[in-house]
């Protein structure tokens, strides 16, 4: 204890110690160098270099393998598969107004099913108009027909046409109801029939005190007068003739004078608007009711919003203009006032002054339904959907304060029209279901009908535009409508009928019915007829996106590729968020590409783009399968293989069968040969599967068991000494060291024949292709022969032989030549072809390697057919010889082949690189 206590201090004392001496290292100054980073000038990053589709026969991603020796057999890269045929595109079928507009036209999309063949009556007018782009037997535009007579006619007139005319005739009391006042007089069984002269006829009717009338009588059978003037006297009834203007003078003298008769002569200007189509002459009679109304109502918004609807209906645009130029006090600065201006101002096309006055009249009205409703009209109709969708939902929330139908059912319309166009199809159905008990069941029907349609219930849509065309017989919007669902539904001959109704009576729809017509022909394999009508659809809209994108994808479909790119331009310049346009350009790209071989790599850079930005535009119109799997299908062209990856894994886990064979083609590209195989095998063994799916997935696993088989010896002499896997004949040089190139100089032999570096042979069942780079130098004049020979060991007499390569000709000059012996004797030449190549090959560069390659193709199928071989024989690439079936080389062949490097002459300088000899592996 002790001992521990007197420990203490002394631990205290050393420590103590410790801390001081570390103190005083930190309060010593140091002396340090003060780091100076160098400044170097920026250097910009090299660019990325975009990796293209590799070239045929080139690894996607080619490695070396630092452990392998040169010369070594090695297994062949990945072969390049070919994917399977792309999806047929969806046809877009015609869009009707209102309807989805062009941002929403995948509601319209319709599978590009079999053709199903149908033939369609001659329509030589139509057509021949269509060919000489005018519009001869297209039907007239509709005049409007002069005013006729007044029916309650002069004394002698004739009768109307419309019942029996023979003497003697009896004509339905009915007919001479109408052609003819009657007069009763007690005790008479038949009336009196004529021509009440009386001025004031109009006020006796309904009296039960008749005054002396006069009449010309005439008989009922022949329509002659049998008495002039005849007066009657005691008549107890009288019956002006039932005709309109009878009826609308008899309505006249019925209404209220004064404000308290508003609403009967609003009810009363309705039903002389709906008689003015029928008789235009009734214009003029609804507009001095229209003017007694603005009187009656001191000015109000009402009596002027019937005026209007008058002068609209009559077309007199002049007149109303001048209309709300000369308003006064409150109601000249009133929503109503710059609602109808910029109404009017749209009709002539005044855009920007139609779109500020629409707009002033919501602001001075912010809940007005009616103000709301016109500018929302207004933006749908310059396809500003999107911009229109606020104004129609405040026009929605405020409909319920506008009672007239007439006013409530336009914007009712206007509102399910903005949301029809922007596709949301459940939105538009919950607006039309708001239309009132007394709106127009006619224009309730029509919207129905496009929202069902749009919907793709045919059904629905068909039985309300049958509804609408059987209640107005005018409405060929209805009927254009049903023809096109009726051309959705298969029934060819009633669409035609429908659409050529259209097209032939409704000039302004012209351009939407040759569209449905040129959609239906399509349908029905008559392709010569769909040019036709979508040309005439474009003389009578050129700007209009559907019709432009059609005849877009009826070029592509007949390979006028350069003119369908033009046209979907001319689309998408309409409407940038068309894509339908969008997947036709890419694929017509792709296309393009596809002509163009290798320099079409521009075509497949700019397919990539359109893929993209197709995707990312349906992105939020429901994630189109096809369109996915068509992205990844040009991702995987330019070898972006983790992008074309991710969109097939998409595509393939919402059921797209494409999409699973391309991602089992992409694991086969990035040598995970063992995954896409055993992918393959599963799709190829699902019964669930197409069944050319499945047979597609059979072939390629048969490509790549064939493929496993084969490998490769590549030499590019990137060493010091040839090797002993090379044999040398005759006396040339082998300029050693090699350094990446063989270069032969000297003589061949002294006797003047050809020296030969042979790789080892090989059975001749076992060879597959050989190619090589091949480079004259120097002097060419003496050499005899430079390139590449193949042969087999001579037997009985017989072998197998090709030389391709320079040949030295009479004239003295090299050219490509090709030399083959096919079971030619040494001493015959039965069997034996030369060809000079120039012609094939074109112009040779001097001094620039030749690419060289002989190839044999194997025999398909069963049967002896099958052992057979083909020969090709390319030269840079082109194909300058094929022979469809050799006699001395097959499959079964066992003789030893040889491939060598052959030169001949004197004075000799070639050089060889970049040796590549394919062979199945020896069994």
């Known amino acids: 204890m002790i001992s521990n206590v007197r420990k203490e201090p002394a631990l205290f004392v050393v420590v103590l110690l410790i801390a001081a001496w570390m103190w005083s290292g930190y309060t010593e100054p140091r002396f340090t160098t003060a780091a100076r980073p160098t400044e170097r000038p920026y250097e910009p990053p090299p660019p990325v270099r975009v990796v293209l589709a590799p070239a045929a026969g080139e690894a996607a991603y080619p490695t070396r393998d630092l452990f392998r020796e040169p010369t070594e057999a090695a297994p062949l890269p990945p072969r390049p598969l070919p994917f399977p045929d792309l999806e047929p595109l969806p046809v877009v079928a015609p869009p009707l107004h209102p309807g989805p507009e062009a941002g929403a036209f995948h509601l319209l999309r319709v599978a590009a099913g079999p053709v199903e063949p149908h033939a369609f009556p001659a329509d030589a007018a139509a057509e021949g108009a269509a060919a000489e782009g005018g519009d001869e037997g297209l039907g007239d535009e509709g005049a409007p027909a002069a005013p006729p007579a007044p029916s309650v006619s002069t004394p002698g007139a004739a009768p109307a046409a419309g019942g029996p005319q023979g003497p003697g005739a009896a004509i339905p009391p009915e007919v001479l109801a109408q052609r003819y006042d009657r007069v009763w007089r007690e005790n008479d069984i038949r009336p009196f ?334 392709d010569d007829r769909v040019r036709s009508a979508l040309a005439a659809a474009e003389r009578a809209d050129p700007r209009d996106a559907y019709v432009l994108y059609l005849l877009g994808r009826r070029q592509r479909l007949d390979g006028e590729l350069d003119a369908c790119l033009e046209t979907l331009r001319r689309a998408l310049a309409e409407r940038d968020d068309l894509t339908c346009a969008f997947a036709e350009t890419t694929r017509a790209l792709l296309a393009r590409a596809a002509e163009e071989g290798e320099g079409g790599a521009e075509y497949v850079a700019q397919a990539v783009r359109y893929a993209t930005r197709l995707v990312e535009l349906d992105a939020a119109r429901g994630d189109f399968v096809p369109f996915i799997a068509l992205k990844g299908y040009v991702l995987a062209l330019v070898g972006d293989v983790n992008a074309a990856r991710e969109a097939f894994t998409r595509a393939a886990e919402r059921g797209s069968d494409f999409a699973d064979l391309g991602l089992a083609l992409l694991d086969y590209r990035t040598k995970r040969t063992l995954q896409a195989r055993d992918r393959l095998v599963a799709i190829q063994q699902d019964p669930v599967r197409a069944t050319a799916t499945r047979d597609f997935a059979r072939a390629t696993v048969a490509l790549i068991d064939d493929h496993a088989t084969k490998e490769q010896v590549r030499d590019t002499f990137e060493r010091d000494l040839l090797g002993g896997f090379w044999k040398t004949t005759g006396s040339v040089r082998v300029q050693e060291p090699l350094r990446g190139q063989l270069r032969l100089t000297g003589d061949s032999t002294r006797t003047g024949g050809a020296a030969t570096i042979a790789r080892q042979p090989l059975a001749g069942g076992d060879f597959l292709s050989v190619a090589v780079d091949v480079e004259v130098q120097g002097d060419v004049a003496p050499v005899q022969f430079a390139g590449l020979e193949v042969a087999t060991v001579a037997q009985s007499g017989q072998r197998f032989l090709v030389e391709v390569g320079f040949r030295r000709q009479s004239t003295g000059q090299l050219r490509p030549s090709l030399v083959l012996e096919d079971g030619a004797s040494r001493t015959g030449d039965e069997g034996r072809v030369v060809l000079d190549l120039s012609s094939a090959v074109g112009a040779v560069e001097p001094h620039e390697p030749q690419r060289l390659e002989v190839a044999v193709v194997p025999g398909s199928g069963d049967g002896p057919a099958a052992n057979r071989f083909g020969l090709v024989v390319r030269w840079n690439g082109i194909e300058v010889y094929r022979a469809d079936s050799l006699r001395r080389l097959s499959r079964t062949t066992r003789t030893d082949l040889v491939t060598a490097l052959k030169v001949e002459g004197r004075g000799l300088d070639v050089v060889f690189d970049d040796y590549r000899l394919e062979r199945r592996r020896s069994s």
């Open 193 to 526: 029939y004529g021509f009440v002269l009386n001025t004031d006829k109009l006020e006796l009717v309904g009296r039960a005190i008749l005054p002396v009338l006069r009449m010309d009588v005439v008989s009922p059978t022949t329509g002659k007068v049998i008495s002039k003037a005849l007066e009657i006297r005691d008549a107890q009834k009288l019956e002006l003739a039932d005709n309109l203007e009878n009826r609308i003078a008899l309505r006249k003298l019925g209404i209220t004078p004064g404000p308290a008769g508003e609403l009967e002569r609003i009810a009363f200007l309705r039903d002389l608007l709906r008689d003015a189509r029928e008789q235009p002459w009734v214009f003029q009679e609804a507009e001095a009711q229209a003017q007694q109304l603005v009187a009656v109502t001191s000015g109000a918004e009402v009596g002027y919003r019937w005026l209007v609807r008058v002068l609209r209906a009559q077309g007199d645009l002049s007149r109303e203009w001048a209309l709300y130029q000369g308003l006064e006090g409150s109601i000249a600065n009133s929503p109503f006032r710059w609602r109808e201006q910029g109404r009017l101002e749209a009709l002539l096309t005044l855009w920007d002054d139609a779109e500020a006055h629409l707009r002033k009249g919501v602001e001075l009205a912010p809940t007005d339904a009616r103000s709301l409703g016109a500018l929302a009209q207004f933006l749908l109709d310059r396809g500003r959907a999107a911009a229109a969708q606020p104004f129609a939902l405040r026009a929605e929330r405020a409909v319920n304060t506008v009672t007239p139908d007439e006013d409530r059912t336009p914007i009712i319309h206007t509102v399910a029209s903005v949301y029809l166009a922007l596709g949301e199809v459940e939105a538009a159905q919950r607006a039309a279901d708001r239309f009132g008990s007394g709106a127009s069941t006619v224009e309730r029907s029509y919207v129905l009908g496009c929202i069902a349609y749009a919907a793709g219930e045919l059904g629905e849509a068909a039985a309300q535009f049958e509804r609408v065309a059987n209640d107005d017989a005018g409405r060929l919007d209805a009927v254009l409508g049903l023809g096109c669902t009726r051309a959705r539904q298969g029934a060819w001959d009633e669409a035609y009928g429908l659409l050529v109704r259209a097209r032939d009576e409704a000039p302004a729809l012209r351009a939407q019915a040759w569209a449905g017509l040129a959609f239906l022909f399509e349908r029905t394999g008559n």
